[in-house]
C-alpha cells in the first residue's frame, strides 16, 4: 500500500493532535517532517518543503500553489506545470503521489471514481473514501505508462497500484489497455481475493468454536472453554492483522488526511471487538465478575465478529473490483475495433503485414473483404459496403468508393479497398471518440452534488450514533452492559456505508457513457448527459441536421443578357472562396455542367447575407435580395417570382449579380434525411418541441417545416440571432437542446443548455457543443435522450437505496428494535449487509449496459 499519499496542505503546526507532526509541500504534495530544513515564509505563515527544487519554485510563486486546501491537495497530487515543462519537483518524485509497483504492474496514472481530484502513480486507494483507485484517462498504447485513479474521486491519480488517500477504495487504472485488458491482472483483486480465501479458511472455525455451543455441538466437551478462547485468539489474530490489514492502513490514512470514510469506520469497529476479545482471553482479570457469562464462568469474546467482518468486507471488496472492471467494457469494446495488424502497400506493389502502430500517415493500405479498416483514411481504389455500426450505432453498411472516407475499425463486407492513411494513432476517430468516452466517465454530474453533501456529515454522524448506542447500551443495557454496548456500538460503525452513497452516481455515468459510445452518442461530460434528460426544447438548423448536407444545383436561371456558362464561371469563381455546403454545391454544378474556370481576386463574406468577389475585374455578388438591395442592385419582379416558386418547393434560391446587375439566379437542392421524419415523431413522443433556426429563406424553410411537421421556424437568421432566439428560450423557462454542425452554430451551441453536434460538421461546432453524434443523424438525439432518461433514473434509484439503506441500517444497528422485540444486528450480518451495499449499486448501473 501506498504510505507516501499526501496530507491535506497545510502550514506549519496544522498537524491533528496524537497524528505524527507531519506538513505537506505544497508544490509537489509530498508529506514531510514538521522540522524539514527547506523553508519559506509567506504572508506570515510558514511553509516546509521536501526539496530544493520545490522551495525554489515556491519563493517564485508563492500564489500558484496555495489555493484552497483541496485545490493544493489536488494541484499537488497532479502535478503542476513547471517553467520547464515538468510537473513536480526535482527532489526524486514526482507530484503526483507514489506507491511501489507491484512486479508485473503496469505503471500509470490511477484516479478514485468518486473523487477526481486524487490522482495517483499506480494502484492504491483513494485517501478520501478508501476506495480502489481506477486508471484514468484515454487508452494506454503499447508500451506507455499505466495511471491508476479512485472512481470515488478522479482527480487522485498514481504510477501503480494502491488505494484513494481521501475515501480507501483502491485504485484502478485510468486507461484502457489496447489489447488484452480482460486478461490482464488487476493486483488489487489479487490481492483482495488472497486475503480473503486465507480470512475464510481461518475464519469459518472461528464461527465453528463460538457459535458451535449455540447449536448444540459440544465444542467445550472436546476442548473446554478456555482452550477454545485462546484457539479463537490463535485463529482470529492473523484474519484481522494480515487479512484486515489494508483496512486499518486505509482508515489510518483516512484520520492523517482528515477525511474519514468507511474505513475509518471498519477498522474502528473491528479493533474495538478483538482488542476487547484479546484482553478478555489474555488478562481476563482486568474485568469485573459482572461481565462473566452464567454457563462457562469466563469473559465474553467477539472474536467471531471481528474475523467475519473482515472476511465479509474483503468479500465485499473482491464483488466491488469485479463489478466496477466491468464498467470500462464499453471501452475495452471500442479499443478491440482496431486490428492489431495492417496490411502496407508498397511502391511496388508488394503487401507486408506490419503492426498498427507501424502505420504512418500517407501509408497504402490493402482492406480484403471482411477484414477491418485498419486506421482512418480515404479510399483511392476498389469499392463496397462498410459496416459502421459499431463506431455511428447504424446498422446499415455504408457503401464506399473512390474518394469516400472511411473509419478505422469498421469492417469491410464484398469487395475489396486501396485506402491512404490519413489520420493514425491518437488521431484516428477510434482513439479520439475513446478519449472523449474516457474523460467523461470520470467527470462529476450535478446530481453528485446531494451525495457529496451527505457524505460530508455521514461519518462523524455515524461516529456520534455508535458513541450514543454505546453510552444508553452501558448504562440500561442487559449485564454484561458493557459487551452489550460493545457489540450494538460496532455494528453500528460496520453497517454504515458512505461508499454506497459515493458510488451512486459515477457508476451510473460511467456505464452510461460507455453505452451511448456503443451507440454513436458522446458526451462530453456528465452535466451534459444529466442536463439533456430535462430538455424540453430541441433548436436545430436545417443544412446538414435536417437535411443532407450535400446541396446540388438543380436550377440556373440567367438575366439581362448572361449566358449559363458566363453565369457559372463567375459563380463558382466566388464561391470557391466559401466553406458553405452550398457553395460546394455551386462550385461543383458548374463543374457537371462545363462552366470555364476562374479565380476570385478578392472575397467578402457578408454574414447572413451571402459573399460579394472580385472575379476578371468585375465585382460579383452572390446571396438574398436584401443583400443585392444593400449593394443598389435592382431585381426584376419575374426572377424574384421564380425563386419564391422554388422556395415553395423546398429548394434554397439566391441571385447572382455583377457589376451592379442582376445576371441570374441559382436554386441548390438539398434533400432531407429519410431518417429525419421518424427521428422528429419519436422527439414529440419525447416530449420536446422542436424549434428550426436557419439562415435559408422562409418559404424555404416553410416548405421543410410542412413535411416535417417542425413546431416553430424562424428563417433568415444569422449567427448572432440564433444565440440570441436560445438566449430568449432559455429565459422563457425552457431547458433548451441545440443540435448543429457548422462554424455558424457554435454560439448557439454555446449558449444551449446543452449543445449538441452532428458529427458530419466542423470542428468548431463539436468543440462548442456537450454531446456529438458521431452518425450525423437526429436518430441519434433521440437515442441521447433516452440514454439520459435512462441514467438518471438510475442515479436516483441508487442514491434513493443508499439513503434508505443507511438511513434503516445505522438505527437497527444501534438497537432502536430491541426494547420492543428483541431482535439485534449482529456485527457479522452489518459486515454482509454493509459489503452487499456498494455491490448493489453498482449491478443496478450495470443494469443500463442492456439499454
Known amino acids: 500500500m501506498n504510505a507516501d499519499l499526501p496530507v491535506l496542505n497545510a502550514p506549519e503546526g496544522a498537524a491533528l493532535p496524537g497524528v505524527p507532526a507531519t506538513v505537506t509541500d505544497p508544490v509537489c504534495g509530498m508529506t514531510v517532517p514538521a522540522g524539514a530544513p527547506r523553508v519559506a515564509e509567506h504572508a506570515g505563515e510558514t511553509y516546509r518543503f521536501c526539496s530544493d527544487g520545490c522551495r525554489t519554485k515556491f519563493v517564485a510563486d508563492p500564489n500558484r500553489y496555495l489555493g484552497g486546501a483541496d485545490d493544493r491537495a489536488a494541484g499537488a497530487a497532479k502535478g503542476r506545470d513547471t517553467a520547464d515543462g515538468h510537473g513536480g519537483c526535482h527532489g526524486g518524485h514526482g507530484a503526483k503521489t507514489s506507491s511501489p509497483v507491484p512486479p508485473g504492474t503496469a505503471p500509470g496514472t490511477y484516479t478514485c471514481p468518486m ?27 503499447p508500451g506507455s505508462a499505466t495511471v491508476y485513479t479512485c472512481p470515488m474521486h478522479p482527480q487522485i491519480e498514481q504510477d501503480a497500484p494502491g488505494d484513494c488517500p481521501i475515501c480507501g477504495m483502491a485504485l484502478e487504472p485510468k486507461t484502457v489497455a489496447v489489447r488484452g485488458a480482460e486478461d490482464e491482472p488487476d493486483p488489487e483483486l489479487v490481492d483482495m481475493t488472497r486475503r480473503f480465501w486465507i480470512g475464510l479458511a481461518l475464519g469459518l472455525p472461528v464461527i465453528l468454536l463460538a457459535m458451535g455451543p449455540m447449536i448444540g455441538l459440544p465444542v467445550h466437551d472436546w476442548i473446554g472453554a478456555r482452550a477454545s478462547q485462546w484457539l479463537q485468539l490463535a485463529l482470529a489474530t492473523p484474519v484481522v492483522l494480515w487479512c484486515g490489514w489494508p483496512f486499518f492502513v486505509r482508515g489510518w490514512r483516512s484520520v492523517v488526511n482528515r477525511h474519514l470514510n468507511m474505513f475509518t469506520l471498519i477498522a474502528l469497529g473491528v479493533a474495538a471487538a478483538y482488542a476487547y476479545s484479546v484482553a478478555a482471553v489474555v488478562a481476563p482479570g482486568l474485568f469485573p465478575e459482572t461481565f462473566r457469562e452464567e454457563h462457562s464462568g469466563l469473559i465474553g469474546v467477539y472474536f467471531e465478529a471481528a474475523a467475519m467482518i473482515v472476511v465479509l468486507v474483503l468479500l465485499g471488496q473482491v464483488m466491488e473490483l469485479r463489478a466496477r472492471r466491468k464498467t470500462g467494457a464499453a471501452l475495452r469494446e471500442l479499443l478491440s475495433l482496431a486490428p492489431p495488424t495492417a496490411r502496407v502497400v508498397g511502391d511496388d506493389g508488394a503487401e507486408r503485414e506490419v503492426p498498427l502502430d507501424d502505420v504512418r500517415t500517407g501509408d497504402r493500405l490493402r482492406v480484403r473483404p471482411g477484414e477491418k479498416v485498419p486506421t482512418d483514411g480515404r479510399v483511392i481504389d476498389g469499392g463496397g459496403s462498410v459496416d459502421e455500426s459499431m463506431v455511428t450505432g447504424e446498422p446499415v453498411p455504408v457503401r464506399k468508393g473512390e474518394g469516400d472516407a472511411v473509419i478505422g475499425g469498421t469492417v469491410n463486407g464484398a469487395g475489396s479497398l486501396l485506402i491512404e492513411a490519413e489520420k493514425v494513432g491518437d488521431d484516428t476517430v477510434l482513439s479520439r471518440i475513446v478519449a472523449l468516452v474516457a474523460d467523461a466517465q470520470r467527470s462529476r454530474a450535478p446530481i453528485q452534488r446531494v451525495a457529496d453533501q451527505a457524505a460530508a456529515y455521514f461519518v462523524p454522524f455515524v461516529l456520534a450514533a455508535a458513541a450514543l448506542a454505546f453510552v444508553v447500551w452501558g448504562a440500561v443495557g442487559p449485564e454484561p452492559a458493557f459487551a452489550f454496548a460493545l457489540v450494538n456500538a460496532v455494528a453500528v460503525l460496520i453497517v454504515a456505508c458512505p461508499c454506497a452513497l459515493g458510488l451512486a452516481t459515477p457508476m451510473s455515468v460511467m456505464v452510461g457513457v460507455g453505452r451511448g459510445a456503443r451507440e454513436g452518442v458522446l458526451f462530453k461530460d456528465a452535466a451534459a448527459l444529466e442536463t439533456l434528460r430535462s430538455c424540453n426544447v430541441l433548436v436545430v438548423d436545417k443544412t446538414g441536421t435536417l437535411t443532407e448536407g450535400k446541396p446540388t444545383l438543380t436550377e440556373v436561371r440567367t438575366a439581362n443578357g448572361f449566358d449559363e456558362n458566363n453565369l457559372l464561371r463567375l459563380a463558382a469563381a466566388a464561391e470557391a472562396r466559401s466553406e458553405h455546403p452550398l457553395a460546394r454545391a455551386v462550385v461543383e454544378g458548374a463543374k457537371g455542367r462545363g462552366a470555364g474556370a476562374a479565380e476570385a481576386e478578392a472575397f467578402e463574406s457578408v454574414t447572413g447575407g451571402g459573399i460579394a468577389a472580385t472575379v476578371e475585374g468585375r465585382s460579383v455578388l452572390i446571396g438574398t435580395p436584401a ?40 436554386a441548390v437542392a438539398d434533400p432531407i434525411k429519410e431518417t429525419t421524419a421518424e427521428a422528429v415523431r419519436d422527439l414529440h413522443e419525447l416530449g420536446l418541441r422542436i424549434v428550426m433556426l436557419t439562415g435559408d429563406h422562409a418559404a424555404t424553410a416553410q416548405a421543410v417545416a410542412r413535411q416535417l411537421n417542425i413546431d416553430e421556424v424562424e428563417a433568415g437568421v444569422s449567427p448572432e440571432r440564433k444565440h440570441d432566439r436560445v438566449v430568449e428560450l432559455k429565459a422563457g423557462g425552457t431547458t433548451v437542446a441545440m443540435a448543429g454542425d457548422g462554424v455558424n452554430d457554435a454560439p448557439a451551441l454555446a449558449a444551449a443548455d446543452v449543445g449538441i453536434a452532428m458529427g458530419t460538421g466542423t470542428d468548431v461546432a463539436i468543440e462548442s457543443a456537450g454531446v456529438t453524434l458521431v452518425k450525423g443523424d437526429l436518430r441519434g438525439i433521440v437515442r441521447a435522450v433516452r440514454l439520459s432518461r435512462d441514467v438518471v433514473r438510475n442515479v436516483k434509484q441508487n442514491l434513493f437505496f443508499a439513503f434508505v439503506y443507511n438511513a434503516a441500517g445505522v438505527p437497527i444497528a444501534a438497537g432502536v428494535l430491541y426494547p420492543f422485540t428483541g431482535w439485534l444486528l449482529s456485527p457479522m450480518l452489518a459486515a454482509a449487509a454493509m459489503s452487499l451495499s456498494s455491490v448493489s449499486v453498482i449491478g443496478n448501473a450495470l443494469r443500463l449496459r442492456r439499454g
Request: aromatic residues 2%.
Open 115 to 141: 473523487h477526481p481530484e486524487v490522482v495517483n502513480d499506480g494502484p492504491g486507494d483513494c485517501p478520501k473514501c478508501g476506495m480502489a483507485l481506477e486508471r484514468s484517462g484515454p487508452p494506454a498504447r
Open 627 to 666: 443583400l443585392l438591395a444593400d449593394r443598389g442592385v435592382h431585381l426584376p419582379a419575374d426572377l424574384s417570382s421564380e425563386a419564391d416558386r422554388l422556395r415553395g418547393e423546398g429548394r434554397t434560391a439566391f441571385f447572382v449579380a455583377a457589376d451592379g446587375v442582376v445576371a441570374g439566379l441559382l
